[in-house]
């Protein structure tokens, strides 16, 4: 285990009992999904998550993180909240994951403090993700947002924010520019809305208000010859 | 300054690096204004702000430095951003701060050390405040967002985007009740959101989109026998 035994001789290489946890959603399927980790022999899963390093920005922190478990650099992210309560009983839930794996570490009790998890929310192209599992978990994998499994410390809390931010957020155009493909049919873009906002939408005042937001760009047909009744494909605007 | 030295004894009481900075809103005489304090023998004003201890939300601690800064209990208060870049360069000024009035401090690296602060804004009644500085600065008053003095740190940058998220969230009952008293005129609603969004509305459009929101209750006029030219007095609803 070099990267954890690394990860606790460097422990003045980062903040102490701060860390980064990030809620990673795509859409596929019609469906919105979060990518999580399953701990180590434990029935948990959990966010892709990690520490600041003394020199480095949270939001880099955040960056480097998604890296190193989806293969992406320059994902959209934000900041969306943090979490802080002095309940967290993070401290329960390393204990186990340490217990079973790394006794050696509980020698260490930086690990077990109390942690400030600022989280992060992504939006990536589903198909271009390499999801990758981190030194503590064993799988890295997809999960459709209503089939969420069980998740370790406040995890569930923090999704559940991050998908309430999504929906406030919804109307500017990188949710969908982010989660879209670069060109998309007035129906896709509807139906990424009803997924993330769970509930049906009428198509004329979907469609109108859609174009009344001045961020898509209708992109002509071509000329074919033959009768065309494919939809219109639009893509956003560049700004 | 038995404060201070409370403070630097204490420093396992707190979460290291970590701090919060807290931007308070009042309005007063068609003015949004917020309160700084003046630091010791420095030209220099800073945000109301302190640390996390370590069996304290992070809440709970926003809760506890508006109390000792303005007096009031249960202030409404949210989080909206984490500053946390690597060069917020907190060092240097704390350095000036701490070798200006209590140079034995600087035997305390933990002061100097890099610090990652959640930003909190507040919405008081501007009436009710009491404004009070902390052991490091000599006076604590309020400055119109227009004329704000020369801030320490990243301050200034923390107000902006308190005042950008404040704008987003103008629409929320939340903002005016907060800022204006218990009722008030259409005229006196509508100065407080052309104060913050810094732009004149029209009056029958902004009548018509507050009705329309389903926020407010309008107080029937006592009969008192006379002509009755008075404007109608509004509250929030209870929600």
């Not at 997809?142 to 406030?168: G, N, S, V, Y």
Request: glycine residues 4%.
């Amino acid at each position: 285990m070099n990267e954890l035994e690394d990860f606790l001789a460097l422990k003045h290489r980062f903040i102490p009992q701060l860390s980064v946890d990030c809620v990673i959603f795509g859409f596929h399927n019609q469906q919105l999904k979060v990518l999580l980790l399953k701990l180590k022999n434990l029935d948990l899963w959990a966010l892709p998550g990690g520490y600041v390093e003394q020199s480095e920005g949270i939001d880099d922190a955040a960056q480097r993180i998604l890296e190193e478990r989806t293969g992406l650099r320059d994902i959209y992210l934000e900041q969306f909240r943090v979490f802080g309560s002095a309940d967290r009983s993070t401290k329960e839930f390393i204990q186990k994951i340490m217990e079973v794996h790394h006794p050696e570490s509980m020698n260490e009790p930086w690990v077990l403090q109390r942690y400030v998890s600022i989280g992060y929310y992504a939006l990536v192209d589903f198909s271009k993700v390499n999801p990758t599992p981190d030194f503590l978990s064993e799988y890295c994998e997809w999960f459709e947002m209503k089939q969420l499994p069980k998740l370790a410390f406040d995890h569930r809390e923090i999704i559940q924010k991050a998908l309430e931010t999504l929906r406030i957020t919804l109307d500017s155009k990188l949710v969908g520019s982010n989660l879209l493909p670069e060109t998309f049919t007035m129906m896709e873009l509807q139906s990424l809305y009803e997924t993330i906002l769970e509930m049906p939408l009428r198509r004329n005042n979907f469609q109108r208000k859609m174009l009344s937001l001045d961020i898509l760009e209708r992109i002509e047909k071509l000329y074919t010859g033959a009768a065309n009744k494919a939809p219109y494909l639009y893509r956003f605007k560049k700004s």
